[in-house]
């Protein structure tokens, strides 16, 4: 299996602090990879740079065989990779649907016209992206009226607009009541094994990670911890430590 994702010895400095430090990641095509590890270890620092939102200091970043480190934010995105927030990004005063119409590139185009001057394929896949979330009931519902755990199922959704071919995810499940996180853990495996996209994910959640990841890396103070099964994960004494502060 070909990586369609290589992080190779990224470094990221802000002024004196490094939040990553020569941190080296692969990502298969077609696969779903966790990241974790402790509260400011580096993770949306890493998801930042790998985006575009970070110039890094030094190593490369290649996306399907492309060096992209130098790219803007739009051109990393136009090649296919797309993420979301920790935060729920979702227009509350827009429906649904709107929300995932609006969400389609557009250039110099005020927000109405996005919304009504789409093609029908267009507004068609927005429907089947929205029943693939089983979202479909809700898609004249406005974002806001929506449970904070429908709002992270339209976060995604809005994001598979973007036709990515991979999805980067931070902290998907956070915040989010036991019955929504089946449901999340549902859409990410379908958006997986039925569209083909490649998930890169950061949770906290290790029953979620267990579930859903084949590979899970673990970051530390800026540096790659360990790397493995997630099963090789949960029982790695250094992961523990990490999380837990367990003494040796």
């Known amino acids: 299996m070909t990586d369609l994702l290589a992080v190779r010895g990224v470094?990221?400095?802000?002024g004196g602090v490094v939040a990553n430090h020569e941190i080296s990641l692969q990502v298969p095509r077609g696969s779903i990879v966790g990241l974790i590890g402790p509260n400011g270890s580096g993770k949306t620092t890493l998801f930042n740079s790998i985006v575009g939102y970070h110039p890094i200091d030094a190593g490369s970043i290649v996306f399907d065989?492309?060096?992209?480190?130098?790219?803007?934010v739009p051109e990393i995105a136009r090649l296919g990779m797309v993420r979301t927030f920790q935060q729920t990004r979702v227009f509350g005063k827009m429906s649904c649907l709107q929300n995932l119409l609006i969400s389609v590139p557009h250039v110099h185009e005020?927000?109405?016209a996005m919304c009504t001057r789409q093609p029908p394929a267009v507004t068609e896949r927005a429907r089947q992206i929205l029943r693939l979330a089983s979202l479909e009931d809700h898609l004249d519902q406005r974002g806001a009226d929506l449970s904070f755990g429908q709002q992270k199922l339209l976060e995604i959704c809005m994001a598979l607009m973007n036709e990515p071919?991979?999805?980067l995810l931070d902290e998907p499940t956070a915040g989010v009541n036991p019955v929504m996180i089946e449901s999340l853990i549902a859409l990410l495996r379908d958006i997986n094994a039925r569209l083909g996209i490649t998930l890169l994910v950061i949770e906290h959640n290790m029953r979620v990670m267990m579930q859903l990841a084949g590979h899970v890396c673990c970051l530390a103070h800026g540096e790659v911890l360990a790397q493995g099964s997630p099963a090789q994960i949960t029982t790695d004494r250094a992961v523990i430590e990490a999380y837990l502060g367990a003494q040796s």
Do not use: C, D, N, P
């Open 65 to 72: 065989g492309r060096e992209i480190s130098r790219l803007r």
């Open 11 to 14: 470094t990221k400095r802000f």
């Open 110 to 112: 005020g927000l109405a």
């Open 165 to 167: 071919r991979l999805l």
